[in-house]
């Protein structure tokens, strides 16, 4: 795991921002945010849709940024809440996707109450892989 930097701070609080004027916890469940930054420096954000088969935040995020011709990525990050102050680790769902589109990029976590990044290989030990 590595420290988070200055500008995974920014990317946090654009994330942050995103939520901030997206919060809608009773009609759409828009409680949370992504900010995902390229290795250009371009950071794209996206929040949750809600439906009987919605997608997390992280898809609407990296499926913006691939829309627009992205492919590197570095860093993302998941924020909850009308504050947009909650680090939230990817789902399950996910973390798959993270390892399929942006296996080298990394992830700001909270564990134990600091702020880290860990690489997406090692949010999935043991992953099933369609290349393989
Ligand atoms: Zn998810």
Redesign the pocket.
């Known amino acids: 795991m590595q420290d988070v930097t200055e500008k995974d701070f920014e990317l946090i609080e654009r994330a942050s921002e995103t939520i901030k004027k997206n919060y809608d916890s009773i009609k759409y469940n828009h409680t949370v945010a992504v900010a995902v930054r390229c290795k250009n420096g371009k950071i794209y954000t996206g929040v949750n849709v809600h439906s009987l088969h919605g997608a ?1 935040a ?1 898809v609407i995020a990296i499926g913006s940024a691939i829309t627009h011709g992205e492919r590197d990525f570095e860093c993302i990050v998941a924020v909850r809440g009308e504050s947009g102050k909650e680090i939230l680790p ?2 399950g ?2 973390r798959q996707i993270l390892l399929d589109y942006m296996p080298d990029c990394e992830v700001i976590i909270n564990t134990k109450n600091q702020l880290k990044k860990i690489g997406v290989r090692e949010l999935v030990p043991f992953a099933y892989s369609v290349a393989d």
């Open positions: 997390c992280e990817p789902c769902n996910c």
